[in-house]
């Protein structure tokens, strides 16, 4: 169902769509996936590819939208050009919309969050700026607010699979596992091959301790993209649950592959490869962790642990 919000825009968001990011970072690292955007065509700009995954287990929601993606350094000139066209322009609501998804990459969120709203004054269906306006809300720990947005959007567009997945993900931010997996079985009602709503599913189940019930969603998702590293990141999490250090050692390895800059799944692999009787490479993979993960007064605690654990499998500088 096409979001209903001008003949122009309308029209606009429609063709856009097709690139939609189709999935959001879980408080515990599913990672993020920003889907490919194209230019808009009031606004000069270089199309950009979609974000890998492979945020950190702390990783906010991500944004998400049908918004242009610029690089960091067009964005105060993009920013400035769509204002000069929306003076131009005032009712244009896909101007307005694009002017907030610039805001917001450019990390003006109050603005951001103002021309939202606006877009929402202008044109009640406009799905896709509830979802982003909820999006805002979940990165300012506003969670119930983000609830409210999202399911705003899906009252006016039920088969809308990103707003579907945020309020998913939103639920999982308050503690409530249950309407979290609603909201992702919902998805995967709408359609059965969307890779994250497995994945989500999957964690989900996870924590509710159905541990087989999420590896049949990881290995579900791995048939449909065996390049997701966040799904074999996840059934390596659960294979090591089941006893299976072997099996996890070779789904993080293919993680790694995928997400080699992840520190914390670096920290990971080393505790399965230690658990499987990988000593050398434990080591190797936890001087690793130390190379990546940042050295911030609040990361000492997980970094001295990473050392003390050097330290008993024999390592010495």
């Known amino acids: 169902m096409t979001p209903s919000v001008s003949s122009t825009a309308s029209a606009n968001a ?4 097709s690139g939609f990011l189709a999935c959001a970072a879980l408080f515990w690292g599913t990672g993020a996936l920003i889907g490919a955007q194209e230019p ?18 702390d990783a906010s929601l991500p944004t998400d939208g049908i918004g242009r993606s610029h690089a960091a350094d067009e964005l105060p000139r993009v920013i400035e050009e769509t204002r000069a066209a929306l003076a131009r322009n005032p009712d244009d609501v896909d101007l307005r919309f694009q ?23 202008r044109a009640p269906g406009h799905v896709w700026a509830r979802n982003n306006l909820g999006v805002l809300h979940a990165q300012r720990g506003q969670y119930e607010e983000a609830i409210g947005r999202f399911g705003e959007a899906l009252f006016r567009d039920p088969e809308h699979q990103t707003a579907r997945l945020n309020s998913g993900l939103t639920f999982l931010k308050i503690g409530d596992l249950d309407a979290a997996l609603r909201q992702f079985r919902r998805v995967l009602g709408i359609n059965p091959k969307n890779v994250d709503a497995h994945v989500n599913a ?5 924590e509710l301790g159905e541990v087989d019930q999420a590896i049949e969603h990881y290995r579900e998702a791995i048939a449909l993209d065996p390049q997701s590293g966040p799904a074999h990141r996840h059934l390596a999490r659960a294979l090591m649950k089941k006893g299976d250090p072997a099996g996890a050692v070779a789904e993080y390895r293919l993680a790694v592959r995928m997400m080699p800059q992840d520190s914390l799944l670096r920290y990971e692999f080393a505790q399965a490869l230690e658990a499987d009787g990988g000593r050398a490479e434990a080591i190797r993979e936890l001087r690793r962790f130390l190379d990546l993960h940042p050295n911030r ?17 024999g390592y010495r500088p």
């Open 202 to 206: 999957g964690q989900t189940l996870f």
């Open 40 to 57: 808009p065509p009031h606004v000069a700009s270089s199309p950009a590819p979609g974000l890998p995954s492979g945020a950190a287990p």
């Open 297 to 313: 007064p609040d990361q000492q605690a997980l970094r001295r642990g990473a050392e003390a654990k050097l330290r008993a499998l």
């Open 14 to 17: 429609a063709a856009r769509l």
């Open 99 to 121: 002017l907030a998804f610039a805001l917001e990459s450019h990390g003006d969120t109050d603005e951001a969050m103002k021309e939202y709203r606006a877009v929402i004054e």
